[in-house]
């Protein structure tokens, strides 16, 4: 039921925000994240003058091992051809503590995290950004959901 509520709720949120380009996400089977699992996701550009800001979706157990999880994005264009490669670090939780940051539902906990601020794309058209899990472990136990929010940014914002 857990699995289920939480695409649910997300699909509703962002249907009611007009900015939201794209927002999806894919479940990680038994909650354990593989160095070869490298979700993909698939969105349209439509404005290459406008700015975007594209976030993580995760979604972990409070059985997560680190405070931190560092993930590899790959962004490429229509024609598969590699627009930037970066490895971005997500604090999950506080460092000292252990306390979990995002929000939290029983033991699960959603992060939406900033990966490209006010980012310009090359030009209109369809991309594709994948993420890797780029942990020591493997698998890396406790993560449940990862994805992708695209959204235009307003003028006001910038």
């Avoid at 971005?88 to 252990?98: I, N």
Wanted: one cysteine or more; aromatic letters at 16%; proline letters at 6%.
């Amino acid at each position: 039921m857990r699995k289920f509520f939480f695409p649910v709720l997300v699909l509703l949120l962002a249907a009611c925000d007009p900015n939201v380009v794209f927002n999806d996400n894919v479940d990680i089977q038994d909650g354990k994240w593989f160095v070869k699992q490298v979700p993909s996701f698939g969105f349209d550009v439509p404005d290459a003058s406008a700015r975007y800001n594209v976030y993580y979706n995760l979604r972990n157990g409070r059985a997560y091992p680190y405070y931190n999880l560092y993930l590899t994005r790959y962004l490429y264009d229509a024609k598969g051809k590699l627009v930037e490669k970066k490895l971005d670090q997500l604090f999950l939780a506080d460092a000292t503590t252990g306390k979990p940051s995002g929000t939290g539902l029983g033991d699960l906990f959603d992060h939406k995290v900033l990966a490209l601020k006010n980012y310009r794309f090359p030009a209109p058209g369809r991309y594709t950004l994948k993420i890797e899990q780029y942990m020591r472990q493997n698998p890396l136990p406790d993560v449940f959901s990862v994805g992708v929010t695209v959204e235009r940014v307003e003028e006001k914002e910038k």
